[in-house]
């Protein structure tokens, strides 16, 4: 499975951006899969989580109540919808497909958010 996420770019704080992780193949459908960041100068972190048929999420806590992670199997595609943007959301965001529990695989390339304040 090769992953692409895509729709970063440069909001103000407060601002919203959605971001897309869109899949090579219909496999994709029988993962669970997250979006991941890693800030500059910092480690790569979980964001968030949802289960292969889109009916579990997680969340960390840093986002819950402004991000929503969804996905639409007939697209192979998963979605980050971030709202309410602040700087310290800035980072490079990934998606992955669970390849084992807790253990993931077939990164995407990332892509670049910038909050400016």
């Known amino acids: 499975v090769q992953l692409q996420a895509s729709g970063g770019g440069l909001v103000q704080a407060g601002g919203s951006l959605r971001l897309s992780c869109a899949a090579s193949?219909?496999?994709?459908?029988?993962?669970?899969m997250g979006w991941f960041r890693q800030a500059p100068g910092k480690g790569r972190e979980f964001v968030a989580w949802?289960?292969?048929?889109?009916?579990?999420?997680t969340y960390i806590d840093r986002v819950k109540g402004r991000f929503t992670i969804s996905r639409d199997n007939s697209k192979n595609t998963a979605y980050l919808q971030m709202n309410s943007l602040k700087p310290e959301d800035t980072a490079v965001y990934y998606c992955?497909?669970?390849?084992?529990?807790?253990?993931?695989?077939?990164w995407g390339q990332g892509t670049l958010v910038t909050v400016s304040s």
């Open positions: 193949e219909r496999a994709f459908s029988t993962y669970n």
């Open positions: 992955a497909v669970e390849i084992d529990s807790g253990k993931y695989g077939y």
């Open positions: 949802i289960s292969w048929s889109g009916t579990s999420t």
